[in-house]
């Protein structure tokens, strides 16, 4: 008789057991695909912040990040040449994004990301290290950003890698020989 009742109490648990693996997978497999509804949320925040951030249009608009042997580079530029205005915005928030860096303020990242992009408390610290170089090109600006120091050099390209997986330019992980 208890070894019926061991046994019915093992099969039961068993039993249980199983439905709860089972749920909790379907459950994983549930929150995967929320994830990514959420991600693309986030996606449609994020480019929201940014437009306020930064100051134009995401859609009017090409980032570009640039991981180069020295530092690397953030490029924008505006999607058409007759879009002057985008290109004077361009222009305006880039040169003050240059400014705001070479003083260590990051405060623009990180309101576009809703967090501390990577990279950046190095940057912070080792702002005396680092050179932000802006300058206007054709249909936009660029930043360019340099340095001698090592540390400095990974913070930057940890900061610069983030910044093209969260805006998904396809822009090279890789650091270019220019």
């Known amino acids: 008789m208890r070894n019926r009742i061991y046994l019915g109490c093992m099969l039961a648990f068993a039993v249980t057991l199983t439905v709860f693996i089972v749920r ?4 994983s497999k549930n929150d ?4 990514n509804s959420m991600a693309g949320m ?10 306020r951030v930064m100051g134009f249009d995401h859609t009017k608009t090409t980032h570009h990040f640039r991981l180069l042997p020295d530092g ?5 530029t505006a999607n058409t040449a007759e879009d002057t205005a985008s290109r004077d915005e361009i222009r305006m928030h880039l ?13 623009a990242p990180m309101l576009v990301h809703d ?31 340099s340095t001698k120091n090592a540390e400095a050099l990974q913070a930057i390209y940890e900061f610069l890698r983030f910044q093209i997986k969260e805006h998904k330019t396809g822009d090279s992980l890789e650091v270019s020989q220019q």
Do not use: W
């Not at 995967?32 to 994830?35: L, T």
């Open 115 to 145: 967090q501390t992009p990577p990279g950046v408390p190095v940057m912070q610290k080792l702002k005396d290290e680092i050179t932000y170089s802006f300058k206007e090109t054709e249909s936009g600006a660029t930043v360019h950003i």
């Open 42 to 51: 986030n996606d449609e925040e994020m480019k929201k912040r940014g437009d």
């Open 32 to 35: 995967n695909g929320n994830m």
């Open 95 to 107: 040169g003050h994004i240059a400014k705001m860096f070479a003083a260590g303020n990051f405060n």
């Open 72 to 76: 690397g580079a953030i490029e924008v």
């Open 24 to 27: 909790a997978q379907q459950k």
